[in-house]
């Protein structure tokens, strides 16, 4: 019995993708986030939950989301480039009490209503203590609020934005002004 050369060919094709195939599919926790950080250590789920929280911190309605205008990617390079080792670690520990705190209110913050993760978060925001999965919370809602008022979106849709000292109108013509009392 003798294998033909190309059938030879297709079956190391075949064999050779399904090795590459296997480590993707055998990485736990959903793989490696999808955007390179040097300090943190994030993983995909991890970025789903923060997108999820971007999506509900600003919604998508007539305009784009959180999600859409990719918040969540803007507040871990944020931290990741412009933060202290202490609070890469403070994020990670409040992150991982934050996931704590919504599987006791309710299961995984992405399997959640938007109304579910509304109430969750309000839940949050009317805490008074100061812990780390406040201090997470507070830091990923003003980095997220923070990356959607700097967007292009909002810089060019929203709140149109020009460089000061603004436009030159020639055809304007200019009154006189007011006479000091």
Do not use: W
């Amino acid at each position: 019995m003798s294998i033909s050369r190309r059938t030879a060919l297709k079956q190391f094709l075949v064999l050779a993708g399904g090795a590459a195939l296997i480590p993707a599919c055998m990485q736990a926790d959903g793989g490696a986030a999808s955007i390179n950080l040097k300090h943190l250590t994030i993983n995909a789920s991890d970025e789903q939950l923060l997108a999820d929280m971007a999506e509900t911190f600003l919604p998508a309605t007539d305009t784009p989301g959180g999600k859409d205008l990719y918040l969540h990617h803007f507040a871990l390079t944020m931290l990741d480039d412009c933060h202290s080792p202490e609070e890469h670690k403070a994020f990670e520990k409040g992150l991982d009490a934050f996931k704590d705190f919504t599987k006791k209110n309710g299961g995984a913050f992405s399997t959640l209503t938007a109304q579910q993760r509304t109430a969750l978060l309000e839940q949050l925001e009317s805490r008074k203590d100061e812990d780390e999965l406040q201090h997470f919370y507070k830091k990923t809602k003003n980095l997220m609020i923070h990356g959607y008022l700097t967007s292009k979106h909002y810089l060019t849709k929203v709140r149109v934005y020009e460089l000061v000292p603004g436009r030159y109108r020639g055809c304007v013509p200019v009154g006189e002004g007011k006479k000091a009392a």
